[in-house]
């Protein structure tokens, strides 16, 4: 057991050590910006309050190092500081946003974990079947397709023609939750084709992988039904794969909804994101960056606990 | 020679099709001033114009550009431009993976952690926020996308080559006293070719789908440049009217896309049939 | 327990096969590798099939539980197993005759056993799915087993996972398994191949042991004459899928009829004529060598060696005794924690790294596994040319002469340079790889278990093979083997290592002859002889030692 809690705790220092760096990255990034920083952004019409607005909401004033403790400690506290656009607070403006995304990224979760996990689980059972065969085709046309494309295509046919679904998801706080639902279902939807693909594809392959070792073989030969081999002999050796596969894949969609939701007017933080990059609004894009990036860092770090967690020799050391 | 036609003739119809497609999108690129009437962003006409109307097979775009124009040379922009990164790419994650394994140790171990830590970091988000510093223009554009893929190269050139510096032909090179290029460049690379080709194929439609998506996002290649992910962009409110034309360039993208999947997927398959036969 | 005699209680048929087709998909063709094989096995009888690689013999033993692996199609004949033709019954009928009345025991346990199971769970499966017995009394039966077997602690040692448990009584617990429902017929494949020597001589036994108790018909499937000879009532002898020779056990390995069967038989003989003793300066010494991997435990601890000009010098050992490890701590790539190597009277740097080129072209290697060896984008013209070039300054006609020479000196013809390893037959690699050692014109050659990746007569060939360069070019060896038959050939001293340190060494004849040390007696005892007594004989007098 210790060795697990060591290779756990590896995994969770290289987490913090990973977040910490990308912090750096993106405080120094911002520190790169040639001249002047505060007329660079502001432009040279900008009025000297503004600027020296900018000045104080950047810390400015202060020496880098000294700056970038500041900024991670009011991080640290939960202060985001203010927007430069509307100087609304950013904790205040992330947070609706950011819970939409997660809104979002759940439904399209629920629908299409299962779908990829059943289909790809099937096409490895029945491989190089016509199933499969068609499948391979339809996955592999489906990853190739830009997500713009996919989601105008659903509007094009579901909501232009077919009017049976919104093709602009507009969600204010006081919606009913499947009024909800209902609004998000042409994005959730078209993250769902583009996912699907990819965990569909790996799942097989990893099955694949796994039905071709000699225990399986082994398990053949004992003459147990297929459902048995399938359940009690694939199932927990590919459970960590699988694992891997479905939060890699969920990682993603919180982090790739960013281009469906500018697709969809979705008021989620990739919108938000987008439209800070536009303005360049400078603290809102460094404090949406952190959360997706801690997102995104988090469920990787889970999936790389998860593995080790269902891994029989660690499980089971000598 | 013989044995390539062979190759060919054992080719499924997806990996034909996606053959066709290809040759089809490069020889467009190849030749795009030649086979447009209209300059790149030369504005001819009104803006919007239907199918066929005053002779534009396409009609025009949102600025009165001709929509048939800007698509042939949207293929020589976009796919020029994922061409070069995904290069780039390769030149950068390619050299560092073999030199890890092959060199190993401490040099290992740090270019691995600090992959680590760059693939830890979403990608489109990280590209957006340095896009957001330095300004979006095209070496910018390159650089920062190939930077980060590259990280994905690094990983399987040193997982593919991983397998390879360990076999004895590289440690007979090694008790020779070959030095570490020769090394690299005789013995591992001729032995990696096949995964990272195909690799080559999966990361230029990846890169060729980010480059479409930053610039339907307005954060890509800058107008008056055609290309086809703003494209998308420009005339997609003409989609809420149940015209298809925003569609052309988007299904430019996924057909192009499908065509290479199509050929890497045949050729994975064949590899790596060969492989298991050893 | 044991009745001595091989031959005991035979019944009526139990399985016959009649002209079984088998093909093997290779570059997307269909090629027959099994050509109308004729198969007839009693009750109760233990039959071998034995034969070199690519004879069939695996494909033909998995063949009569009406299975064929991914990549191969049974074609034509009929395999009828008490009653039932396996070739056309349905998946369900043979699914039932799998596990409880013929099972399968495969050559590597680790691989074959599933990792997230208990030994015990995976144990009890096959009776209680095939509903003959409940998971309790399968339970017990399974620790009764295990004691018969003599595996440690067989109370317990079920409850284990796979990898928890060592390669010789992981094999000893699938044969268990494979006894859980009392079957009719066992299949034995290779069980015994990946073990050390001193372990297979338990695996071996216990496997004996239980099949003669039960009276299960069994097929033995090896490429050891040796192994079988202690198993077999009956030895079918397969080459390329076809039957070269079949007959009574004693019978055929104290009178076999075939050319192919009598070289088989004498395989082990081969013996280099014994030298005479030569006091000379040694070549290569090595002095109080100690090393470890990751500086923890120590892998070799107080290595002396000494090598004289132009003998051989065999370092035998199981796995595990470091002698690989030696090696590459001569050759530099495991820079020794304390001690030196000393070549021609002077100090070699630890890492090869420091070495300068003239040291390294003096010591050169021959590795285990010819296929990977050589890197299979060079043709063998570059393989052999490039020591040439780097060390000798060779290049066009005086190189090409050179490579021509050095392809006639290894008993190949010129145009072998234009061919890629791919298309090369194992023993022509090996011999490749000595040419491209010989280039370099060493004092030293390091011989790295180069016979133990190849089939006996292709091993054979290539022994004699480096005692003709030995004798021509006075070229040194030292010999890495696990293989007693091998040191036995070759060696003019021996050095028997365990657990990275040297047990005894010495002149060969002194070695070979008694009184022994302990460890190098355990050693030389469990070398399976060609004697269908051996074993029992062995057996009965370890027992009585104790």
Redesign the interface.
């Known amino acids: 057991m210790a060795k697990i809690a060591k290779m756990v705790a590896q995994r969770l220092a290289?987490?913090l050590?990973?977040l910490f760096?990308?912090s750096l990255?993106?405080f120094l990034?911002?520190e790169?910006?040639p001249g002047d920083l505060a007329e660079a952004i502001l432009g040279q019409s900008a009025t000297p309050e503004t600027v020296a607005a900018f000045r104080r909401e950047l810390k400015l004033d202060l020496p880098p190092h000294e700056r970038y403790i500041a900024w991670l400690a009011d991080i640290l506290r939960g202060d985001l500081g203010r927007s430069l656009a509307n100087q609304r607070e950013i904790s205040e403006l992330i947070g609706v946003r950011f819970a939409n995304t997660l809104f979002l990224a759940a439904v399209a979760a629920i629908i299409s974990v299962p779908l990829a996990v059943t289909l790809g689980v099937l096409a490895a059972l029945y491989r190089n079947s016509f199933y499969d065969r068609a499948v391979?085709?339809v996955t592999?046309?489906s990853?190739?397709?830009?997500?713009?494309?996919v989601a105008?295509?659903l509007?094009?046919f579901l909501a232009?023609?077919g009017g049976i679904f919104p093709?602009i998801s507009n969600v204010s706080p006081g919606l009913d939750f499947w009024d909800r639902v209902y609004r998000v279902i042409l994005p959730a939807l078209t993250l769902t084709l583009v996912v699907v693909a990819h965990m569909m594809r790996m799942t097989r392959a990893s099955i694949i992988n796994l039905l071709?070792?000699?225990?399986i073989?082994?398990?053949?030969?004992?003459?147990?039904?297929r459902t048995?081999i399938i359940v009690?002999?694939a199932l927990?050796?590919a459970l960590a794969p699988i694992i891997n596969v479905i939060v890699i894949n969920l990682?993603y969609l919180v982090?790739?909804v960013?281009?469906v939701e500018?697709?969809f007017v979705y008021p989620g933080l990739g919108q938000l994101?987008?439209d800070s990059?536009?303005r360049?609004d400078?603290p809102v894009?460094?404090a949406?960056?952190l959360v997706?990036?801690a997102t995104?860092?988090l469920l990787?770090l889970t999936a790389d606990v998860l593995s080790i967690l269902s891994n029989?020799?660690l499980l089971?050391?000598? | 020679m013989n044995s390539v036609m062979k190759l060919l003739r054992s080719a499924p119809p997806s990996a034909v099709f996606g053959m066709a497609v290809i040759a089809f999108y490069i020889f467009v690129a190849v030749f795009a001033p030649l086979l447009t009437p209209y300059g790149e962003s030369e504005i001819v006409g009104a803006e919007f114009l239907a199918w066929g109307d005053e002779g534009f097979v396409l009609g025009t775009d949102n600025l009165g550009r001709d929509m048939m124009t800007r698509l042939i040379y949207g293929a020589r922009n976009t796919i020029g431009i994922a061409f070069v990164t995904t290069c780039l790419a390769f030149l950068i994650g390619g050299v560092f993976g073999l030199m890890a394994t092959t060199v190993g140790g401490w040099l290992d171990q740090l270019l691995g952690r600090i992959v680590d830590i760059l693939m830890a970091i979403p990608t489109l988000i990280f590209a957006l926020l340095i896009l957001t510093i330095l300004g979006t223009s095209i070496p910018v554009l390159v650089v920062v996308i190939a930077v980060l893929d590259s990280t994905r190269v690094f990983r399987l050139a040193r997982a593919v080559s991983m397998n390879i510096v360990v076999l004895d032909f590289v440690e007979a090179a090694r008790l020779r006293g070959e030095g570490i290029w020769w090394i690299i460049g005789r013995e591992v690379l001729p032995n990696s070719m096949p995964p990272l080709v195909a690799e080559f194929g999966l990361r230029f439609c990846f890169v060729f789908l980010f480059i479409s998506a930053l610039s339907f996002l307005g954060l890509g290649l800058q107008p008056p440049t055609a290309d086809w992910g703003s494209m998308v962009r420009d005339n997609a409110t003409l989609i809420t009217y149940g015209d298809i034309t925003p569609l052309l360039p988007a299904a430019a993208i996924a057909l192009l896309t499908i065509g290479v999947n199509f050929v890497v997927d045949w050729f994975l398959h064949k590899t790596s049939g060969l492989r298991d036969e050893h | 327990m044991s009745t001595n005699g091989a031959e005991h209680q035979v019944g009526d048929v139990l399985l016959e096969m009649r002209g079984l087709r088998i093909e093997g998909q290779s570059d997307e063709r269909w090629q027959e590798i099994v050509h109308g094989i004729d198969l007839t096995l009693r009750r109760g009888e233990v039959l071998g099939l034995i034969g070199e690689s690519g004879a069939g013999k695996s494909t033909i033993g998995i063949a009569s539980m009406g299975f064929a692996r991914p990549g191969c199609r049974i074609t034509g004949g009929s395999i009828v197993f008490d009653g039932i033709d396996l070739t056309t019954a349905s998946e369900e009928t043979k699914r039932k005759i799998r596990g409880a009345r013929i099972a399968y025991v495969a050559q590597s346990a680790a691989a074959s056993f599933n990792p997230a199971h208990k030994l015990i769970d995976q144990y009890s499966e096959t009776p209680v799915q095939h509903g003959i017995l409940k998971a309790a009394e399968a339970e017990r039966n399974a620790k009764e087993l295990y004691r018969r077997l003599q595996l440690p602690d067989p109370d317990k040692i079920g409850y284990r996972y796979p990898h928890q448990v060592s390669g010789g009584q992981l094999q000893r617990a699938m044969t268990a398994m494979a006894m859980a429902c009392k079957p009719d017929l066992i299949i034995f494949d290779e069980p015994t191949t990946a073990l050390d020597v001193t372990t297979q001589i338990e695996v071996l036994a216990a496997i004996k042991d239980v099949v003669r108790q039960s009276n299960t018909a069994a097929i033995y499937i090896t490429h050891d004459l040796a192994v079988v000879a202690q198993m077999a009532d009956r030895i079918m002898v397969l080459r390329y899928g076809d039957l070269i020779e079949e007959g009574n056990a004693r019978e055929m390995l104290a009178n076999p009829k075939q050319d192919y069967t009598r070289q088989l038989l004498a395989v082990r003989t081969y013996k280099k004529a014994d030298a005479a003793a030569q006091p000379d300066t040694p070549l290569l010494e090595v002095q109080d060598l100690s090393a470890a991997y990751g500086n923890t435990v120590l892998v070799l601890q107080d290595i002396n060696l000494r090598v004289a000009r132009g003998r051989t010098v065999a370092i035998v050992g199981e796995s595990g005794s470091g002698k690989s490890t030696l090696a590459r701590a001569i050759t530099g790539l495991l820079p020794p924690l304390k001690g030196k190597v000393v070549f021609n009277g002077e100090e070699l740097p630890a890492s090869y790294k420091a070495r300068t080129r003239e040291q390294l072209r003096h010591l050169q290697m021959i590795y285990q596994m010819p296929d990977t060896a050589l890197n299979p984008r060079h043709k063998v013209r570059e393989v052999i040319g490039r020591p040439l070039s780097f060390y000798l300054g060779l290049n066009g006609e005086t190189r090409e002469k050179r490579i021509l020479e050095l392809l006639k000196m290894i008993e190949l013809t010129p145009d072998f340079a234009d061919r890629y390893p791919g298309e090369l037959s194992g023993g022509q690699k090996q011999r490749v790889c000595i040419a491209r050692a010989l280039a370099a014109n060493p004092e030293v050659i390091i011989c790295d278990e180069v016979t133990s990746a190849l089939d006996q007569l292709v091993a054979e060939e290539i022994l004699k093979l480096l005692q003709r360069l030995q004798d021509e070019l006075g070229v040194t060896y030292l010999f890495i083997t696990h293989d007693l038959a091998t040191v036995k050939a070759i060696a003019d001293e021996i050095v028997v290592m365990l657990q990275g340190r040297v047990v005894e060494q010495g002149e060969k004849q002194d070695i070979l002859t008694p009184p022994h040390h302990e460890y190098t007696e355990l050693l030389l005892s469990s070398v399976p002889e060609m004697d269908p007594d051996w074993l029992d004989g062995l057996l009965e007098k370890r027992k009585a030692a104790q």
């Open positions: 290289l987490g050590l990973t760096v990308v990255i993106i990034g911002v790169l910006l391979n085709v592999l046309s990853i190739s397709f830009p997500e713009f494309f105008y295509i509007i094009l232009v023609q093709s071709a070792s000699p225990y073989e082994m398990a053949n030969l004992k003459g147990l039904s048995r009690h002999h927990p050796n990682a982090v790739g960013v281009i500018v697709v994101f987008v990059v536009i360049r400078i894009v460094q949406s960056c997706f990036a995104y860092i990787n029989p020799r089971h050391p000598k």
